[in-house]
């Protein structure tokens, strides 16, 4: 059964303080895999699609990779405004509709 | 630069009470999903539509129903409110293409509650 599962549920940083989200993934042919942010009462906004394993893209203090069996999204000397849930999902081949969703690590940053 | 347009953005209802949230993209998009999103339980997909004239159920359903007006338009219609239903619902759109993913790009939400 296709399955992402993210962790932790909940990180608090210092302002400054780099770490790294994690989602681990089980498809049956992975099409692309999803990065969104979402902030308190909005719509998940779009991050990074990536599609094979070995890719890297980057926004900001934000950079996301992707390996056979999961994508970190990592975060470099984050801001309080980086403050948000981040959402992974994954698209399998089986399914253009199928985009599963894990539910999420929210992302507290400390002045 | 709308985007995905989702209304009413809150609403309340009464048990049995029946109620359409409409939503309309202007990215020319062919498919267009409807999400419900649950603390704890992520996004999950309730319908979608791949194509104007074409609907399908997702993973829940049930309580349901959709209608893709035109290429622009996706509502979904809760003909019998229940409070299982209270949630936030995200109306979301995509190109639909056989090649690599297809990035969804999500309305602004709309909060439901059913007492």
């Known amino acids: 059964e296709d399955q992402v599962t993210q962790s932790p549920e909940a990180l608090r940083l210092q302002e400054g303080e780099s770490s790294s989200l994690n989602c681990s993934y089980t498809?049956?042919?992975?099409?692309?895999l999803f990065w969104y942010r979402q902030d308190p009462g909005k719509g998940p906004e779009f991050l990074f699609t990536?599609?094979?394993a070995g890719e890297e893209k980057e926004k900001e203090r934000l950079k996301a990779t992707l390996t056979k069996k999961e994508s970190f999204l990592h975060i470099t000397a984050p801001k309080p405004e980086d403050s948000a849930t981040y959402l992974c999902?994954?698209?399998?081949?089986?399914?253009?509709?199928?985009?599963?969703f894990g539910s999420g690590t929210r992302l507290s940053i400390r002045p | 630069n709308a985007g995905v347009t989702q209304t009413p953005k809150f609403q309340v209802l009464k048990t049995g009470q029946s109620m359409t949230l409409q939503c309309a993209q202007d990215?020319?998009?062919?498919?267009m999903y409807w999400y419900r999103q649950d603390p704890g339980m992520g996004l999950r997909l309730i319908y979608y539509?791949?194509?104007?004239?074409?609907?399908d159920k997702g993973e829940v359903p049930n309580g349901y129903n959709v209608s893709r007006l035109n290429k622009r338009e996706f509502s979904l219609r809760l003909e019998s409110a229940a409070p299982s239903q209270t949630s936030v619902y995200f109306c979301?759109?995509?190109?639909?293409?056989?090649?690599?993913?297809?990035?969804?790009?999500f309305g602004e939400g709309s909060w439901l509650t059913v007492v």
């Open positions: 539509s791949a194509s104007e004239g074409t609907t």
């Open positions: 498809v049956s042919g992975l099409r692309g």
């Open positions: 990215m020319n998009h062919n498919s």
């Open positions: 979301a759109s995509s190109v639909t293409g056989t090649g690599s993913g297809n990035t969804i790009y």
């Open positions: 999902a994954v698209q399998a081949y089986s399914s253009a509709s199928k985009i599963i």
């Open positions: 990536l599609y094979s």
